[in-house]
């Protein structure tokens, strides 16, 4: 028996997982952040029913923040693709004005959580696929595949259901949902890889180019637009920038580099020092802050 | 390269498997720089304070880390250059047995802590046991705290003469024993000074090097189909992953359990055309005729498949709530989820000693040799000869909950040929419940039976008329209602076994196949009670028993405490 190179492997197991879901689960999305994780996610749906398009809807959460040339990356792939694509906004928040600089982590909560709970409440999906990788944050590399929520979306991490080879039990009981993590197992450094292999299209903010920045509580922010004011102090620089994760573009730091090919991308990535999520402002909080959100209804 | 390893690393409480990882994880500068900040950050938070607590790095639950111990499963990832790993890292408390056996079947190798001091401990058994039940092939124990006992070869001696003697008793397939300290970092990453007597490989270079793909080889192609793909009128694919061996275009493949040929018409590796397509690959397969192939349905060649619906397994329980005997399940084997029903506990068999011990119900980590019956016939093989159709999972109907994890010992359960303390006489078999014992389990509260002991009567011999909750009289006829078949009892003695049907009143009492006195003292009774029983049809109403047969006459239940074994 040949033995399946380290990608196929994982390519092989997310597949499996991403038809599991298909054939067993009443109403399912997979969940869309434009991010590389998702175009990676995105392609795997794509390849697992080829010949047919991928039997579920695609769901992006939009606080409305993000940078705009993921908006339009968004609009083309869902196009050239010809997939269902999904926008929830949470209006309520929209009215209220929520906005990154005023509202701190109550901001996350209502324009991310909240409109994620809002959304699968509204269509009724029983299961939603996300991007999650357990290399990224301890809580995380705890949590199973198929991972269970109660009717108020919340984890419960001390009493998951075991996760027996790969028989994932799929059976909820009503208002209860799954989110289920194909690309669990994938590095950071799997994801470069695979995106270089496979040739998916992801975001031009990844790869480095001259774009204008500010300098703000030791992170670097792009100023995507004129909606982010600028403090005492600051000024907007052109330098060469670019992101190891997209968001929210007030909340998302970028790293100065040269890197403009995928080649230079991983070359950064495997001698990185900083695990990517340090330019999330969120996570470093305090011990625990991902969990704590994940158990209150975070995906 | 040797591709992807995924290992598992179990442990007792204190046997440092966090703290060996961790250090590997250091030492090989794996740790990204802030993962590094956060570690001595915890370290001078948490109560254990000074040094880096490696085991911080593993720890990543918040009760985990106040309590300073493992609960549940936790994957850490790295790359040398030799290799790419996933470590599942396990807890080691007997409670968290079922997070064990979750890392365990996720696993191809296990790494299995000793205490150098304590050597193999009733913890490292039951470690070694699940990993095996699993479907583990590959073992390496790690004989850690080598510092704290002087570095003694002597004292390494003796411990791998005791793994020796585990492995031989578990059967252990491949095993490699190496000396460590991971709070010094002996022999994990680089070769240690203080043990020069070790001259083989330290621990990471033996990960990094071994093939584990050698002793996964099964016989034949099949694949359990996960889904029909079917964009329009003209395609219609069957998806799901090959489990072994190898398919090709123009292949002659059989459908089971339909039991139709026919030929590979087309095959997708994902989404590019391929004319062959081996072991793991995620496939689409095209067929040159219709067939009846839906979810749950197995395509094959070059082997013979098994399509059962009774059949044993080694289980282990994983319910808070304990395990009903006779209560109905989904069960998850391969693609297929189906209803079946578990009938029936051989034995337990200790976790820790692995003695079999009859009982008739199962908690939560315990370990049992079960039969089960599904709704219907499904493809279905032996855990060791084709592991994905051996591996099954049982899901509560109410809660939902993964109740059950379990491997399939025998796929076909044959109850004419597996009957125990069956009556025979030529061709005439019948079961022998006449000999099940009956108990009220106090502590539990619920009533549970014992199976007797395989056992064969056939005429002439002497039968136990008394057993500890039943008494017969020593003349009685037996009527079999599930076999068909009549027994008579005569001073204790069996005299004949006849068709039920050629059955006559013989002025001696009559019981039911299951120790139940029947209501007939004539001859026209049993005319009766034949006339309204082929009226019944293949399922007996419980009209039919409450009328015609009864429980207390000859027999009785007997109380028993917690711990009862025989």
């Known amino acids: ?299 | 390269m040797s591709g992807l390893l995924k290992f598992i690393t179990c442990g007792s409480v204190d046997d440092g498997k966090s703290t060996l990882i961790g250090h590997i994880l250091y030492d090989s500068k794996l740790l990204y720089a802030d993962q590094e900040k956060a570690l001595e950050l915890d370290s001078k938070v948490g109560s254990r304070g000074g040094a880096i607590d490696y085991s911080l790095l593993l720890d990543g639950l918040m009760a985990e880390r106040e309590q300073g111990i493992t609960i549940d499963v936790a994957y850490r990832y790295f790359t040398t250059e030799k290799r790419s790993f996933i470590v599942a890292d396990t807890p080691g408390h007997e409670e968290y047995t079922r997070n064990m056996a979750v890392g365990a079947s996720f696993a191809d190798l296990a790494v299995i802590l000793v205490d150098a001091k304590q050597g193999v401990l009733v913890q490292t058994r039951r470690h070694a046991r699940i990993c095996a039940l699993m479907g583990i092939r590959y073992f390496v124990f790690a004989v850690n705290k080598m510092d704290l006992v002087d570095y003694s070869e002597e004292r390494f001696k003796e411990i791998v003469a005791q793994i020796q003697e585990l492995s031989e008793e578990l059967h252990l397939a491949s095993v490699k024993i190496i000396p460590v300290s991971a709070t010094e970092g002996d022999n994990v990453t680089t070769h240690s000074d203080n043990m020069p007597w070790y001259t083989q490989e330290p621990l990471l270079a033996y990960l990094e090097n071994i093939d584990v793909s050698e002793k996964k080889q099964e016989e034949g192609f099949y694949m359990p189909v996960q889904r029909v793909c079917r964009p329009d009128h003209t395609f219609r694919g069957f998806q799901g992953q090959i489990e072994s061996g190898a398919v090709s275009v123009g292949d002659t493949i059989v459908t089971l359990p339909s039991n139709e040929h026919a030929k590979v018409k087309s095959i997708l590796v994902g989404d590019k055309d391929a004319q062959t397509a081996d072991a793991g690959r995620p496939v689409t397969i095209q067929l040159d005729k219709e067939v009846d192939v839906s979810r749950g349905c197995v395509l094959a060649k070059d082997t013979k498949l098994p399509v059962s619906k009774k059949f044993t397994a080694t289980i282990l329980w994983m319910d808070d709530e304990e395990l009903t005997v006779g209560k109905d399940y989904l069960v998850k084997l391969g693609t297929r989820t189906i209803p079946g029903i578990l009938k029936n506990i051989q034995y337990k068999i200790d976790v820790n000693t692995g003695e079999f011990i009859p009982v008739g119900r199962l908690r939560k980590n315990e370990i049992a040799v079960c039969d089960l019956v599904l709704q219907e016939e499904i493809v279905i093989d032996a855990f060791a000869k084709h592991k994905t159709l051996g591996e099954l999972i049982l899901i509560d109907r109410i809660s939902n909950m993964t109740s059950a994890c379990g491997v399939v010992e025998n796929p076909t359960l044959d109850e004419t040929k597996d009957l125990k303390c069956a009556f025979a006489h030529g061709n005439l078999k019948a079961n022998g419940d006449i000999f099940e014992e009956y108990y009220y389990d106090l502590e539990a509260m619920n009533v549970f039976k014992v199976q007797p002991s395989d056992k064969t009567y056939t005429i002439g011999d002497v039968i136990p008329v008394k057993g500890e909750t039943y008494q017969y009289p020593d003349s009685f006829d037996v009527v079999v209602l599930r076999e068909q078949v009549a027994v008579s009892i005569r001073d204790q003695k069996v005299t004949a076994i006849i068709p039920l049907a050629d059955f006559a009143y013989n002025d001696v009492p009559v019981i039911n196949g299951r120790g139940f006195a029947v209501h007939v003292t004539s001859a026209a009774d049993v005319d009766a009670f034949k006339k309204e029983l082929s009226a019944e049809g293949r399922e007996i109403s419980e009209n039919f028993f409450n009328k015609w047969v009864d429980f207390e006459t000859y027999r009785r239940i007997v109380f028993k405490d917690e711990h009862w074994t025989e």
């Open chain 1, 1 to 299: 028996m040949s033995q399946l190179s380290h990608l196929d492997a994982l390519e092989a197991e997310a597949i499996y997982i991403i038809r599991e879901v298909a054939a067993e689960c009443e109403k399912p999305v997979m969940l869309y952040s434009i991010g590389k994780d998702s175009s990676v996610m995105l392609h795997l749906a794509m390849k697992a029913f080829y010949p047919e398009k991928p039997p579920f809807p695609f769901l992006h959460v939009n606080t409305t923040w993000k940078f705009k040339e993921m908006i339009k990356f968004r609009d083309e792939t869902a196009k050239k693709l010809g997939i269902n694509m999904i926008e929830y906004i949470n209006e309520d928040g929209v009215k209220r004005g929520i906005n990154p600089f005023d509202y701190g982590s109550q901001y996350t909560d209502i324009m991310k959580t909240q409109a994620l709970k809002q959304a699968l409440n509204k269509y009724g999906f029983t299961a939603a696929f996300g991007g999650g990788r357990r290399d990224e944050e301890k809580s995380r590399a705890k949590e199973r595949i198929f991972s269970f929520r109660n009717e108020n979306h919340a984890w419960d991490p001390k009493n998951q259901r075991p996760e027996m080879w790969k028989l994932y039990n799929s059976k909820i009981n009503k208002g209860e949902s799954i989110r289920v993590f194909p690309i669990s197992n994938w590095t950071e450094t799997d994801i470069w890889e695979y995106i270089k292999r496979e040739n998916i299209d992801i975001v031009p903010l990844y790869f480095a180019a001259k774009r204008p920045v500010i300098e703000r509580d030791g992170q670097i922010i792009m100023v995507d637009d004129d909606r982010l004011k600028l403090r005492p102090g600051e000024k907007i620089e052109y330098k060469n920038v670019r992101f190891r994760t997209l968001g929210c573009y007030p909340l998302t730091g970028g790293i100065e580099s040269n890197a403009t090919t995928l080649d230079e991308i991983i070359d950064e990535t495997l001698s990185a020092v900083e695990s990517e999520r340090t330019t999330r402002v969120i996570d470093n909080e305090a011990a625990g802050s991902m969990e704590r959100r994940k158990r209150e209804g975070y995906f």
